[in-house]
């Protein structure tokens, strides 16, 4: 019996320690506007209308300008080394190669009969997903830009109307982030599976059967098994420092913050 007691102690108290902050493998300084990562643990940061590629190792191998774009709301790597852009305020659309060239032509969405797409990601298969403000409805489309598949207006599916910051393709399931609602679910043909119910959300990432999350400078995991919530810690940041985004690749942490990007181990679950 002391024996079972005392190893439920030392569980109990190896659990109360508090993690060690995540070791810091590199820094990448700069007042960055945006980033993104793929899979590969690869780093895309835009600054102004230039987009740089650093590998994981914090080291810049690929610069280009992008400033016939316009403002870019989305900088998606869901095909790695080939990054989507998308321009809300002009209706572009566009894909780069692993030269962060452009592949193809800029796609004018409005001329492409898409005049109210606010939000848009990558897909399998090289298809797009589109958030249509006007009719309320997400859009999935081929290269061409046919229609596949599409949910119909949100607010009549969950009894809300959506206004949605973000989104992500993951395994065939579409998340979006709708900070007043929650986390949207939809399957690739479109049908609604349910709302994640968790708020305020201001950046996302699904990886690993898990949601990493920012909100109020914090930055957590929420495990899309267990349902539950875990805040991760941060290498130290300097005082009044505010984290913008984060992400997780690669057994690694990428955080931006206002001048620099930070590349760190990521604590194990």
């Keep these: 019996m002391k024996r079972t007691f005392s190893a439920f102690a030392l569980l109990a108290a190896l659990q109360a320690t508090p993690q060690a902050p995540p070791m810091v493998e590199a820094v990448i300084d700069g007042r960055f506007d945006a980033f993104t990562t793929d899979e590969l643990g690869n780093v895309y940061a835009l600054r102004g209308d230039e987009l740089t590629l650093f590998n994981p190792r ?8 992008v400033k016939t774009f316009g403002r870019i709301a989305v900088l998606d790597a869901f095909y790695s080394l080939k990054p989507l852009l998308f321009s809300a305020e002009q209706g572009q659309l566009a894909m780069l190669d692993n030269t962060l060239s452009l592949q193809g032509s800029v796609i004018n969405l409005p001329r492409s009969g898409f005049p109210q797409v606010v939000l848009a990601c990558a897909s399998v298969q090289n298809h797009f997903w589109f958030f249509d403000q006007r009719e309320g409805e997400l859009i999935r489309v081929d290269a061409q830009l046919r229609p596949v598949a599409a949910t119909g207006r949100i607010d009549q599916l969950i009894g809300l109307t959506p206004e949605p910051v973000q989104m992500q393709e993951l395994d065939n399931w579409l998340y979006v982030n709708s ?3 929650g986390i949207l679910v939809f399957d690739i043909f479109g049908t609604y599976a349910r709302t994640i119910p968790l708020t305020g959300v201001e950046r996302f990432e699904v990886r690993h059967r898990s949601l990493y999350l920012v909100r109020e400078g914090r930055f957590e995991r929420f495990d899309l098994r267990a349902l539950d919530t875990t805040p991760l810690p941060l290498p130290a940041l300097r005082e009044g420092e505010v984290l913008r985004d984060a992400r997780v690749e690669q057994g690694r942490m990428m955080l931006l913050l206002p ?6 181990r990521l604590p194990a679950p």
């Design 58 to 65: 914090g080291e810049s191998w690929l610069r280009n300008s």
């Design 179 to 181: 900070p007043k609602h």
């Design 259 to 264: 001048d620099r990007i930070v590349i760190a």
